[in-house]
């Protein structure tokens, strides 16, 4: 069998996708060096707690912006840059290595920016779900797993669509984020869990939703659609 010797090693991701790793890689990098005492000397040691009060979205202050209309508007950032933030590095590379594998199957059939939209918009409103929808939450939300699961609820999008045009059961489409979210439960009972999974599967139902809109025809569909009414 001929083997091509100039292929990349590796497969090539979309671009949009290393936009979105990036920061997050960085952002890991910088604060595991740090907690072993190679970077920031003796203070590097608190750079994660310091990182979490800076990017990490608290519930109390979402619920008085939510109160305020949004003021202060400079702590918006809150609701994506919690992305940015893990508890450890093994918090961070699990959601490092599901961002790259779903961002590269979702970002070689949606444009730049409808992955753009998908990851931004699932960080929000699972941030959104966890800080408004959950009574006398204190705990800041950080990691990049609301994204992570918009992404999954693109990938059922074009599962779920893929099955409706052969005429086969659509919802055989949502077996994955069943037996993710089985998963969670299992680890939920065995070793105590918060309230992240609101986030998770809030960011999930966004990224599904967001792709009727933003996936490949989407919004002239949705148009159609609307037409036919």
Partial sequence: MDQDHNAPPLNPLPWVVWVLALPVIAMELVLSLA????????????????????????????????????????????????????????????????LLA??????????????????????????????????????????????????IGAFTFQIFTNLAKVGANKFRAFSLIGALLFVQFLFGVLFGAGWDWVADVAGFGAGFLLSFVVSPGGFQRVLDQMRQR
């Fill in 102 to 151: 779903l961002g590269k199957w979702v970002g070689e059939i949606f444009r730049w920016w409808g992955v753009l939209i998908v990851v931004l918009g699932s960080a929000a409103i699972g941030a959104l779900a966890y800080g408004l929808l959950v009574p006398d939450l204190r705990a800041p939300l950080i990691g990049a797993y609301p994204a992570v699961y918009g992404l």
């Fill in 35 to 98: 907690e072993r005492g190679l970077v920031g000397g003796a203070q590097g040691i608190g750079w994660r707690l310091q990182a979490v009060e800076r990017f990490g979205m608290f519930p109390e202050l979402l619920k008085y912006q939510w109160e305020t209309g949004g003021q202060p508007v400079a702590e918006l950032h809150r609701l994506v840059s919690h992305a940015l933030v893990h508890g450890s590095f093994t918090h961070a590379i699990f959601a490092v290595v599901m």
